[in-house]
Each structure stands twice: as C-alpha cells, then as structure tokens.
Nanobody
Framework: QVQLTESGGGLVQAGGSLRLSCAAS????????MGWFRQTPGEEREFVAA????????LYAESVKGRFAISKDSARKTINLEMNSLKPEDTGVYYC???????????????????WGRGTQVTVSS
C-alpha cells in the first residue's frame, strides 16, 4: 500500500522556523515529482512548493519564495520543506503529495497529484 506520512508540524511564533518531512512507503518511486500544499478551513487547497522527479527542478508559490526551501532525499524516499521567517498567514494543514510519472516535473496543479498524505498542522502565532 502506497502511503505518504507528514511530520514536523507544530506551533511557532511569527519569524520562527519549522521543518516538515514527508516519508513515502510502499510501491512508490523516488523519481516521481512531489509537492507540498496547504489548506485552511473554508479555503481551497493552496500550492506551496514542488520538486521534480530528478530532484533539481523546484517550484514555489510567490508567497513563500525566499522563505521556504523544498528538498528531496531519494535514498530515504523523503521530501522536506524548510520553512523560515514564518508568518501567521502560513498557518494551515500542510499536505504532501506525489505524482505518478517517472521524472515528472514540479507542478502547482493539485489535480496532477494522485497520492496524498493526511497532513500536518502548522500554526504560526503573531
């Protein structure tokens, strides 16, 4: 069974940092494009960052550029999201997602992802 499991969420003050991780298990390739999305109650799921299957192509939402960094550890089938200079508007449930094409590029389109984790809560207090 293919599974994505997020970890690292929590409560942090504005200006602080958090590191999210997403571990993939089961029959899933480390060469799939993967991404992070976030959602707050009553809102649509929002793209945050994505990494291509090769691990070199990166894509970020404008709102997080320069503050967040996505990376991949292919040997561990893990992707990470380093979040710095956090703002209250970064609060939400963060979801990890995977595409299903080998060496697929990064994508901001949630519909292009077929496997999703259950999410981890990030709360940034002002």
């Amino acid at each position: 069974q293919v599974q994505l499991t997020e970890s690292g969420g929590g409560l942090v003050q504005a200006g602080g940092s958090l590191r999210l991780s997403c571990a993939a298990s089961g029959r899933i390739s480390s060469s799939y494009g993967m991404g992070w999305f976030r959602q707050t109650p009553g809102e649509e799921r929002e793209f945050v960052a994505a990494i291509g299957g090769g691990g070199t192509e990166l894509l970020y939402a404008e709102s997080v550029k320069g503050r967040f960094a996505i990376s991949k550890d292919s040997a561990r089938k893990t992707i990470n999201l380093e979040m710095n200079s956090l703002k209250p508007e970064d609060t939400g449930v963060y979801y990890c997602a995977s595409r299903s094409l080998l060496y697929s590029g990064p994508s901001s389109d949630a519909h292009s992802y077929v496997i999703w984790g259950r999410g981890t809560q990030v709360t940034v207090s002002s």
